[in-house]
T-cell receptor, first 115, second 113 residues
Framework: ETGVTQTPRHLVMGMTNKKSLKCEQHLGHNAMYWYKQSAKKPLELMFVYNFKEQTENNSVPSRFSPECPNSSHLFLHLHTLQPEDSALYLC??????????????FGSGTRLTVV | AQSVTQLGSHVSVSEGALVLLRCNYSSSVPPYLFWYVQYPNQGLQLLLKYTSAATLVKGINGFEAEFKKSETSFHLTKPSAHMSDAAEYFCAVTYNAGNMLTFGGGTRLMVKP
């Protein structure tokens, strides 16, 4: 039990589909993150939310749309994706993005395959 | 800008042998340093972290790491490798300016019987 739950664990979608990834944390944290992990590439930070406000958008294409309705939930809405978007998408949380030293708690990820 | 380098994308050891995974960081200010482990198709799990207290940090599963300021290093060690230690290991750094973790490229540890 990591305290950060991601659903679904696996997702296969066509390039014209619209789907959403969900992340929920039960740790009382105030910051949440989306990362993309592709084979043979470093972890890529996508978005950061701190107290529900987006503080970082790391030049992510608009076909990825994040939503953070409250500090416990984070979504990643997907539409018209490309095959190169296939990857493991990781959600993480931390106590506060403005205070160093806490580290992040990660979920188990959603394995996305775009066909 | 902060950065962290992990030397060796793949490390192979025999079961029972010493594990040494290398991490070097660049910094002009005191860093906070982390080691994470990732098993196949899982998220990253925190192994240990250095936050300016003791320079030798003990973590879970028998791992430890030593912060060496003079060498700007934070290498991860374990005296005796188990088959279950086979995984990918990530070093990460952040500084007082905020909690933005910068990750190294990862080191895949293979353990041979």
């Amino acid at each position: 039990e990591t305290g950060v739950t991601q659903t679904p664990r696996h997702l296969v979608m066509g390039m014209t589909n619209k789907k959403s990834l969900k992340c929920e944390q039960h740790l009382g944290h105030n910051a949440m993150y989306w990362y993309k992990q592709s084979a043979k590439k470093p972890l890529e930070l996508m978005f950061v939310y701190n107290f529900k406000e987006q503080t970082e958008n790391n030049s992510v294409p608009s076909r990825f749309s994040p939503e953070c309705p409250n500090s416990s939930h984070l979504f990643l809405h997907l539409h018209t994706l490309q095959p190169e978007d296939s990857a493991l998408y990781l959600c993480a949380s931390s106590q506060d993005h403005t205070i160093a030293g806490y580290g992040y708690t990660f979920g188990s990820g959603t394995r996305l395959t775009v066909v | 800008a902060q950065s962290v380098t992990q030397l060796g994308s793949h490390v192979s050891v025999s079961e029972g042998a010493l594990v040494l995974l290398r991490c070097n960081y660049s910094s002009s200010v005191p860093p906070y340093l982390f080691w994470y482990v990732q098993y196949p198709n899982q998220g990253l799990q925190l192994l240990l972290k250095y936050t300016s207290a003791a320079t030798l940090v003990k973590g879970i599963n028998g791992f430890e790491a030593e912060f060496k300021k003079s060498e700007t290093s934070f290498h991860l060690t374990k005296p005796s490798a188990h088959m279950s230690d086979a995984a990918e290991y990530f070093c990460a750094v952040t500084y007082n300016a905020g909690n933005m973790l910068t990750f190294g490229g990862g080191t895949r540890l293979m353990v041979k019987p």
